[in-house]
Structures are given as structure tokens and as C-alpha cells.
């Protein structure tokens, strides 16, 4: 909204109006028009309001700058010498705007990104990706896909300027600086048609006697994870055959007898066969887990930090809370 003339800041023993490039605009909306009304619709301001920046205006430039009647307004010679001027200033600035968007369109270079290949991209990830590209369609990104543990040292080194990895594989150090996406759990894998699929949640002495699949890198820290709670519990699982990737997890759980445990939150969206059902066991293991954006903090890559703006904007648009 345009400030009006008495929202004045005071410089010496006179009151000064801040001129603003929007009041510049409704000054050349009302030399243009001649009608005060018109001018304030386009404006989006009320006709008292306008009629009284325009008065601030006068009283700024000391000038007056209108012949009013009832019917219509009209410049006076002062005015005419005004607007002039301010439609060469406007003129400018909106050259240097669209300079400004040129050199934003024009930013150029590589992004390298690493992706986690074990518990696949968020949703709001991917779809800010998109939008950097959109905006700055000169940026190559290249895509490095791994686990987080060998991702994080990948960043670390400056080998990748940024990556999606889960937050409990980065270690505290004063070089990385990360950002929270969306936080993590561990869920079971069901075809839509088994009977567990029926349940909101379901418990890991649900899956006994399930042969159960889980990434082929057994080291992870969701098979650690589920392992370490199954024993405290007392509850045997039995192992399938490890998958190779995603692809396969999915592919098998929906054509066969077999269940799956990951960390994957999106596949919801993109695997009709299959549903994602939340374990009760695991919940209060997974304290504070996220997916987080990770670079490093001396990272000279632009495209870094206009990725983070998106996602901070993107975020905050789906009311997710951002904290440390």
C-alpha cells in the first residue's frame, strides 16, 4: 500500500515526506488519467487517500501541481514539468529492473547436488528444484546418488556443493551448515491388498513370520534401527533377500508376499500399489530425525544459497516450522 503524506518522517525543523517509487507511479497514474478516482482505482487506494497524497506531493515540491475542478484535474505548467521528469526517472528504473531480471536469468554455472539414495528426495526438495531451474535456466545441475554416510564427506570435502542426506549421519562440525525439510520415520512397505494394509499403524510383532526386505547395504541405520528395537522387544524378523534399490523394494512388495521397513515418506505419491503404514515401535527410537539440506558453510556456489531461499519460501508457504 502507498504510504500516505502524513506517515512523514522529520528532517530539521520542516516535516519531509518520504517519496517513494510508488508514489511516483500514482502521481503519473493521475497526470495520465486527469481523474483523481480513476488514478486511485489504479492505484489500489481509496479517493480521499489519493487525493490527499497528491496534496503531500504539492507540499513536498512546493509546488502546486493540479488545476482541480469538479469534473476532472488537469497539470498546471509546474505539474507538467514534474511529470516529465518522473516518467524519465520511472522509465529508468524499470530499465534497470528488467536489466536486474536479466542478470538473474543469465546466472550461469554448475550445481552439484547429492541425492540419498536410500530414503529418495522430498517432495518439497524436488519441486524447488524445479523452480531454481525455471528461474535460472542457464544453471547446470548435475546429481550424485548415495547413501548419506557417503554423501556427507562428499560436501564436506567441497567434491558437492550441497545434498539432501538424513541429519543423524551428519556429524557436528563448524564447516557444514544444514537446514531441516521434513522430518523422518521408519515405515513398513505393505501391498495394498495384504491385511495389514487396513491399519493405521502397525507394530513390528506385526510383521513375525513377514520375510522382510531391506536395502542391500545392511549397514544402514534403518536396518540397525529396526534390529536393535526387534531384540529389546523380543520379536524375530525374517529377512528376504536384500533389494537393490527403491525400484526393486516396490516392485517386489507389490507382486509377492513380502513386506519392506525404510524411511522413504514420499512413495505414498507415487506407488499406488503399495501402502506406507507407520511402526509404533520405532517412533520413539527416531527422535529428531529430519532430512536436511547440508553444505558447507564457506560454499561460494550462488546457486546454493538462491536454493535455500526457495525452500525457505516453499516451506514456510505449507506451514512447516523451520527451526535450528
Avoid at 516518467?87 to 550461469?108: C, G, I, N, P
Avoid at 548419506?148 to 558437492?160: A, K, R, T, Y
Avoid at 522382510?212 to 529377512?239: A, D, F, N, P
Amino acid at each position: 500500500m502507498i504510504p500516505k503524506p502524513d506517515a512523514a518522517t522529520c528532517h530539521g525543523k520542516g516535516t519531509r515526506v518520504n517519496i517513494t517509487i510508488d508514489m511516483l507511479r500514482a502521481f503519473r497514474a493521475a497526470a495520465e488519467t486527469q481523474n483523481f478516482t480513476k488514478a486511485a482505482e489504479q492505484t489500489y487506494m481509496t479517493q480521499p487517500a489519493f487525493s490527499r497524497l497528491m496534496s503531500g506531493l504539492e507540499k513536498e515540491w512546493q509546488v502546486r501541481l493540479f488545476d482541480r475542478t469538479t469534473r476532472k484535474v488537469s497539470l498546471t505548467p509546474a505539474g507538467q514539468l514534474c511529470y516529465l521528469a518522473t516518467a524519465r526517472m520511472l522509465e529508468q528504473y524499470d530499465h534497470m529492473l528488467s536489466e536486474v531480471e536479466k542478470v538473474k536469468r543469465t546466472f550461469s554455472g554448475e550445481m552439484r547436488v547429492g541425492c540419498n539414495s536410500m530414503s529418495g528426495m522430498p517432495e518439497v526438495f524436488i519441486h524447488a528444484m524445479w523452480e531454481m531451474k525455471q528461474e535460472y535456466p542457464g544453471v547446470r545441475i548435475t546429481f550424485v546418488s548415495a547413501g548419506s554416510v557417503d554423501l556427507v564427506p562428499m560436501i564436506e570435502s567441497g567434491e558437492l556443493d550441497c545434498g539432501v542426506v538424513w541429519s543423524k549421519s551428519v556429524m557436528s562440525s563448524e564447516k557444514m551448515d544444514m537446514m531441516k525439510l521434513v522430518p523422518t520415520h521408519k515405515y513398513a512397505i505393505l501391498s495394498s491388498e495384504h491385511p495389514l494394509a487396513e491399519r493405521a499403524v502397525i507394530s513390528l510383532r506385526d510383521l513375525t513370520g513377514i520375510p522382510i526386505i531391506y536395502m542391500k547395504e545392511r549397514e544402514t541405520r534403518t536396518y540397525q534401527m529396526v534390529s536393535q528395537v526387534s531384540k529389546e522387544i523380543g520379536v524375530s524378523l525374517v529377512e528376504a533377500e536384500p533389494a537393490e534399490n527403491y525400484d526393486e523394494m516396490i516392485m517386489r512388495v507389490s507382486v509377492g508376499d513380502e513386506a519392506a521397513i525404510s524411511s522413504f515418506a514420499y512413495a505414498d505419491h507415487y506407488y499406488k500399489e503399495v501402502v506406507f503404514r507407520p511402526i509404533s515401535d520405532l517412533e520413539q527410537a527416531e527422535i529428531n530425525g529430519w532430512r536436511v539440506l547440508v553444505w558447507r558453510r564457506d560454499n561460494q556456489n550462488e546457486g546454493v544459497q538462491t536454493l535455500c531461499t526457495i525452500l525457505e519460501r516453499n516451506l514456510a508457504a505449507s506451514s512447516l516450522t523451520l527451526t535450528e
